[in-house]
């Protein structure tokens, strides 16, 4: 698997993150990206885009290592196997204060400030790959790596388990031929999705804001999100899953509330994976519920909780088992509602938004739940005469019932 970055993505992120860096105090990466980088501008100009392009993935790979984040997120969700890598110091500022420090000591002790040449040459050995090593693309391909003894497949107390998930996560990272990560306009523009799954050689496209780079103390939140991207592009290549694009029937609003159900189960899917996991996920589970609440509010409260308890509980779903809850209310109660408890006439009379008014059959986001209480009797006449099955408790849009109210002459 290679994992490429976008040209653009990586001259944002670089740029924001120095930026970052110098207004916190810290001056040694930004004073060093503009030695490289200045005098780039004595150039032809038709070598200026390529020369910046090398500068800011030196940095973006190399020296800031942003890249990371992505091959962290990778091995999270079980793209690529985990590796153990040796332990490094966390550049926070005291550390980097008490780094320098060092430096300016060690400079003192040299013969009127002169710095041993010695001293300059000699570095502690890394694992890390030199600017030299990065390929032309700009792409970082893990399974390239060749591990050291700080860098050996993750073990774990039981054995078998552990040599299973390296597996797997071989046969995906064998399995997608790259990863490319561009930079998002907005944060409408980020999201993931897997190309090429037909030819077989899927490809998996995320886009993400470069500001998600700019500040170091919030790679959570980037962890977070990555992880959540490339969980739902995990199970679009995963034959067990099963995912295959859809053909939703209906007008654009059904088709838009069927996708945005579909959306909410699937993301509710994933962060239960990765709760069992121990992986933090982009919205904690309560969060999660109070988004599945504003779904599907006109289910009565004790079932409604039931329900979501029992989509967060299943560790297996297929792609067309979701689709089918997002688009039939009773599929998704029949699987997760005791009948005992929740009959099905009970819930023949749930007034979700998006369902269909029984009266004009358009989907209703304005539910009337009970005409009885606010229309006159006149208005229930009028409508049992042109709908003789209906009664109160099926309810009618807001649009109808001004209608009915007009005819009956009481609006």
Same mark, same amino acid.
């Given at each position: 698997?290679?994992?490429?970055?976008?040209?653009?993505?990586?001259?944002?992120?670089?740029?924001?993150?120095?930026?970052?860096?110098?207004?916190?105090?810290?001056?040694?990466?930004?004073?060093?990206?503009?030695?490289?980088?200045?005098?780039?501008?004595?150039?032809?100009?038709?070598?200026?885009?390529?020369?910046?392009?090398?500068?800011?993935?030196?940095?973006?790979?190399?020296?800031?290592?942003?890249?990371?984040?992505?091959?962290?997120?990778?091995?999270?969700?079980?793209?690529?196997?985990?590796?153990?890598?040796?332990?490094?110091?966390?550049?926070?500022?005291?550390?980097?204060?008490?780094?320098?420090?060092?430096?300016?000591?060690?400079?003192?002790?040299?013969?009127?400030?002169?710095?041993?040449?010695?001293?300059?040459?000699?570095?502690?050995?890394?694992?890390?790959?030199?600017?030299?090593?990065?390929?032309?693309?700009?792409?970082?391909?893990?399974?390239?790596?060749?591990?050291?003894?700080? #860098? /050996?497949? &993750?073990?774990?107390?039981?054995?078998?388990? !552990? $040599?299973?998930?390296?597996? *797997?996560? +071989?046969?995906?990272?064998?399995?997608?031929? #790259? /990863?490319? &990560?561009?930079?998002?306009?907005?944060?409408? !523009? $980020?999201?993931?999705?897997? *190309?090429? +799954?037909?030819?077989?050689?899927?490809?998996? #496209?995320?886009? &993400?804001?470069?500001?998600?780079?700019?500040?170091? $103390?919030?790679?959570?939140? *980037?962890?977070?999100?990555?992880?959540?991207?490339?969980?739902?592009?995990?199970?679009?290549?995963?034959?067990?899953?099963?995912? $295959?694009?859809?053909?939703?029937?209906?007008?654009?609003?059904?088709?838009?509330?069927?996708?945005?159900?579909?959306?909410?189960?699937?993301?509710?899917?994933?962060?239960?994976?990765?709760?069992?996991?121990?992986?933090?996920?982009?919205?904690?589970?309560?969060?999660?519920?109070?988004?599945?609440?504003?779904?599907?509010?006109?289910?009565?409260?004790?079932?409604?909780?039931?329900?979501?308890?029992?989509?967060?509980?299943?560790?297996?779903?297929?792609?067309?088992?979701?689709?089918?809850?997002?688009?039939?209310?009773?599929?998704?109660?029949?699987?997760?509602?005791?009948?005992?408890?929740?009959?099905?006439?009970?819930?023949?009379?749930?007034?979700?938004?998006?369902?269909?008014?029984?009266?004009?059959?358009?989907?209703?986001?304005?539910?009337?739940?009970?005409?009885?209480?606010?229309?006159?009797?006149?208005?229930?006449?009028?409508?049992?005469?042109?709908?003789?099955?209906?009664?109160?408790?099926?309810?009618?849009?807001?649009?109808?019932?001004?209608?009915?109210?007009?005819?009956?002459?009481?609006?």
């Amino acid at each position: 698997m290679k994992i490429s970055f976008s040209p653009q993505l990586m001259e944002e992120s670089v740029f924001r993150h120095l930026n970052h860096l110098e207004r916190s105090g810290f001056r040694s990466e930004y004073d060093e990206y503009h030695s490289l980088a200045d005098p780039i501008y004595e150039l032809p100009e038709d070598d200026r885009e390529i020369a910046f392009e090398k500068v800011n993935k030196i940095f973006f790979v190399e020296r800031l290592k942003l890249g990371d984040h992505v091959l962290r997120a990778l091995e999270a969700c079980g793209l690529i196997p985990k590796r153990k890598r040796a332990r490094r110091r966390i550049e926070t500022a005291p550390a980097i204060l008490e780094a320098r420090a060092k430096e300016s000591d060690q400079i003192e002790e040299t013969a009127e400030g002169e710095v041993a040449e010695e001293d300059v040459v000699e570095e502690a050995p890394s694992s890390e790959a030199s600017p030299a090593s990065i390929e032309e693309n700009s792409a970082v391909a893990p399974s390239d790596y060749n591990p050291t003894e700080d #860098e /050996v497949p &993750v073990s774990s107390p039981d054995e078998d388990e !552990d $040599e299973i998930a390296y597996d *797997l996560a +071989r046969e995906f990272e064998e399995r997608i031929k #790259e /990863v490319v &990560v561009k930079r998002a306009i907005n944060k409408v !523009d $980020e999201g993931s999705n897997v *190309l090429n +799954r037909i030819s077989g050689m899927p490809l998996i #496209e995320l886009r &993400v804001l470069a500001s998600r780079f700019s500040n170091p $103390e919030d790679v959570k939140d *980037l962890g977070a999100f990555l992880i959540q991207e490339f969980m739902h592009a995990k199970d679009m290549v995963d034959p067990e899953f099963d995912y $295959e694009d859809a053909f939703i029937p209906g007008n654009p609003s059904i088709k838009n509330l069927i996708t945005a159900r579909f959306r909410l189960l699937w993301n509710i899917y994933v962060d239960s994976r990765l709760e069992r996991m121990g992986v933090i996920s982009a919205m904690p589970k309560e969060a999660r519920f109070r988004e599945f609440d504003n779904f599907y509010r006109k289910v009565p409260d004790k079932q409604r909780r039931g329900i979501f308890e029992g989509v967060w509980r299943t560790e297996v779903f297929t792609h067309e088992e979701l689709l089918s809850m997002a688009t039939d209310l009773e599929t998704l109660m029949t699987k997760y509602v005791d009948d005992a408890e929740f009959g099905e006439e009970e819930r023949d009379y749930i007034h979700l938004q998006g369902a269909p008014c029984p009266l004009c059959k358009f989907p209703t986001y304005n539910w009337v739940d009970d005409p009885e209480s606010i229309c006159d009797e006149m208005v229930l006449e009028a409508i049992q005469i042109d709908f003789p099955d209906w009664e109160n408790r099926d309810g009618a849009c807001d649009r109808c019932i001004e209608v009915y109210e007009l005819r009956a002459g009481v609006g």
